[in-house]
């Protein structure tokens, strides 16, 4: 289906059926209710105009370009526009009064101005004022509606008084607050109205409601306005600039919308709209949806910022307060995998038994099946598809088979065979090989579904096969419960539970099993694996290399994203081989990632780790330095427990660092007390464990002089692993201990 272009005067129709592609952020034409100028940025010359000026400001179009803003506005706004555009406070409202004998439906009077930048060309922007006619958030007012979300502890008690303040300023019939999940469907979250309307809250729409283009423009220009939904558009003048470019109105608030949108809105009986982006982390998380439905309806520019503002607060609490609940959870968790592994190492059955039947192990990851293989042992519990689906989902799956959990939330794009099995939607898989795995599964999402197109009759499409016949009403009466072959996300610090589970078990598989020693050697590679991770603007190069008469030891090495900017890199040494101070070195490395990733300072987490030790490994010790990088600022907070101390070097040599030292891990006692360097560019820092230094008849003092000879003014900007090889090489080190080394760069 096709319409006329009276929605986009700059190109000759529009294809309804293909609202994904449509330039909407160059219509060529901008809403009536204000006038719009494009100036040259040098000289401050009109070189494009709406075709409403002379409505508006009593100089037709053709006049205007070329002219001066202050033959087009008169000097004393001219003046104020040029101080807006030198202090250069983008979109802050500006109040003029245009003079009175200049002609023009504006004359006289008092309006609202808008400037901003648009590629080479300043724009400038001015319509009478809306009502309501607020005033501009004092700090006290600003302050009382920060104070009033913000004493909401939950994301929905937040959005729903942001809702309730957003409605109170703008005053639109309808305020909604309109979430994302991760597939872009929408679901009204929250909700303000008129109390004679019916409620919109809990609905859900498909993604296609906002397509992609639009989101990307929601995320760039915080506020949208469309004053009038049947408003007859007005055409810039020329339509493109002088280089053959239409002008690109993506921060414009005159920007006409998409004739798509107009008509989905008009389905709906809304005479108005206004929207204010929710983002986070440069991602659109949500919008805050207004509508009217008793004819137009503009609120002034002062209102519209207010409300942007709310929405900008809003974004960071939310943002806090799911960050809050994911280390919340991921608490919770840790205390649960606490309860699990404590009861399976006292439980009488067999260690796989033991595992799968314990209470807690389906709400550990929130999953509702659980299957278990280990060599000939198969076991399940929850609702799992059958031996040869469950197999298929490892085989999909391969890189969780090297000690790293993997998830998916979409099986059936895996393995396309499950697509009708609504009890395995998601997975998430850990193990070590094809014959040794440890399975969670989640079902199906079935979300409710709702859609207000087309009045007409007619499919839409939703994907995943799955359509919508849709009822010839204007209203929302085309429901249906959609499977969408998805599962519920897995939260990121399920993956931490699934690899401290199975170092847990791994290690109680060493005291139970008769092949203690090859199975303690698949755990110490499966927990340290082979290829360091990659972070972005940070090099790393780690090497392990066993002492040559004990093929197991307490070695470790770690490296975990704290949160999103900071990362925490670890080495660590559990004193004595062979089994048991591999199984220790596992829950010990397991713990000390637990309490960084659960939000403990770095001190803290080496202080709750010495206690660890003394309650639950009886006289095990060890030692551990931990260095928490900011990777915004290069600044290295530095912890360590009875351990060597780290090389730090700047882009020219070594920087003299002296990091404090705890006593050993285990002992029960002491505190720590972190040590900050900030790196330059170009700087770098090797951790190590003492079998790099320790040589029997060998001063202590002579090792570590020989160790900085050495390494010499550090890696430069030459290969990492290069440099890392040669201090391993020329290492004082004798052989008789395990050797672990972690060197990371700043590029």
Aim: hydrophobic share 40%; aromatic share 6%.
């Amino acid at each position: 289906m096709t319409a006329s272009a009276s929605h986009t005067p700059a190109y000759p129709a529009v294809d309804l059926s293909t609202c994904d592609r449509e330039p909407i952020h160059v219509p060529g034409a901008i809403q009536p209710h204000g006038v719009l100028l494009a100036l040259d940025e040098e000289t401050h010359r009109v070189v494009m105009t709406s075709a409403n000026s002379g409505t508006m400001l009593g100089i037709e179009a053709d006049d205007a370009l070329g002219r001066t803003l202050a033959e087009v506005l008169g000097e004393p706004v001219a003046a104020q526009v040029r101080d807006r555009i030198e202090e250069w406070a983008v979109h802050e409202p500006l109040v003029v009064v245009l003079e009175g004998g200049r002609g023009g439906r504006l004359a006289g009077e008092e309006v609202d101005v808008v400037v901003h930048r648009s590629g080479r060309r300043i724009v400038v922007e001015l319509e009478t004022f809306g009502r309501p006619r607020s005033t501009l958030l004092s700090y006290q007012s600003a302050r009382s509606a920060m104070a009033r979300l913000s004493s909401h502890a939950t994301v929905d008690d937040l959005v729903a008084q942001l809702a309730v303040e957003v409605r109170a300023l703008t005053e639109f019939d309808r305020v909604m607050v309109y979430r994302f999940d991760r597939h872009w469907n929408g679901e009204v979250v929250a909700e303000q109205k008129r109390d004679d309307l019916d409620s919109f809250l809990g609905l859900h729409y498909p993604a296609s409601d906002i397509p992609a283009q639009a989101r990307r423009l929601y995320t760039l220009n915080w506020t949208r306005l469309i004053a009038d939904v049947d408003y007859e558009p007005v055409r810039l003048h020329p339509v493109v600039d002088d280089d053959g470019a239409p002008l690109d109105l993506t921060h414009s608030t005159l920007r006409s919308v998409s004739p798509i949108h107009l008509e989905y809105l008009g389905n709906m009986g809304v005479t108005a709209s206004m929207s204010v982006s929710l983002v986070i982390d440069d991602e659109l998380w949500g919008l805050i949806a207004c509508h009217h439905y008793s004819g137009s309806h503009r609120p002034a520019q002062d209102a519209r910022a207010a409300a942007s503002f709310l929405g900008q607060v809003a974004s960071a609490q939310i943002a806090d307060r799911e960050r809050a609940d994911a280390r919340e959870a991921a608490l919770l968790a840790r205390d649960a995998l606490a309860r699990v592994t404590t009861r399976i190492a006292a439980s009488p059955e067999q260690t796989f038994e033991a595992i799968v039947s314990d209470p807690e192990l389906l709400r550990l990851v929130g999953a509702t099946g659980v299957a278990l293989r280990y060599d000939d042992a198969y076991v399940t519990a929850g609702a799992v598809p059958d031996p040869a689906d469950v197999q298929r989902i490892v085989a999909a799956m391969p890189d969780g088979l090297d000690g790293v959990p993997v998830t998916t939330d979409h099986l059936a794009g895996l393995v396309p065979e499950l697509a009708t099995t609504p009890s395995a939607a998601g997975a998430l898989v850990i193990g070590s090989s094809p014959e040794r795995w440890l399975v969670w599964l989640r079902p199906e999402l079935v979300e409710m579904v709702s859609w207000g197109g087309d009045p007409d009759e007619k499919e839409v499409a939703l994907g995943d096969d799955d359509t919508v016949r849709l009822s010839p009403r204007r209203s929302f009466d085309a429901w249906r419960e959609v499977v969408r072959g998805h599962s519920r996300p897995w939260e990121p610090w399920v993956e931490d539970v699934a690899t401290g589970l199975r170092a847990h078990v791994n290690g109680l598989l060493l005291q139970r099993s008769r092949e203690q020693i090859a199975l303690a050697e698949s755990l110490q590679r499966s927990v340290l694996p082979p290829r360091p991770p990659q972070f972005p603007g940070i090099d790393l190069a780690v090497r392990y290399l066993p002492a040559s008469e004990h093929q197991l030891g307490g070695d470790w090495w770690d490296a975990v994203a704290v949160d999103d900017q900071r990362l925490a890199f670890v080495v660590g040494d559990v004193a004595g081989h062979g089994v048991g101070a591999a199984a220790a070195m596992t829950q010990v490395r397991t713990a000390l990632r637990a309490y960084l990733y659960g939000g403990a300072t770095t001190p803290a987490a080496l202080d709750l780790l010495d206690h660890l030790v003394a309650e639950m490994l009886g006289e095990q010790v060890a030692t551990a330095v931990v260095a928490v990088v900011d990777r915004g600022t290069r600044r290295v907070e530095l912890c360590s427990a009875g351990h060597p101390q780290p090389l730090v070097f700047g882009p020219d040599g070594p920087i003299d660092v002296a990091v404090a030292q705890r006593p050993l891990l285990g002992l029960g006692s002491g505190t720590s007390t972190g040590t900050v360097v900030e790196l330059p560019p170009g700087g770098s820092l090797l951790l190590y464990t003492d079998g790099l230094v320790e040589r029997r008849g060998t001063d202590l003092a002579e090792s570590l002089r020989q160790l900085r000879a050495t390494a010499g003014a550090g890696p430069g900007d030459g290969p990492l692993d290069g440099w890392v090889e040669s201090v391993l090489r020329g290492a004082p080190g004798g052989g008789d201990d395990d050797t672990t080394l972690l060197a990371l760069r700043f590029p």
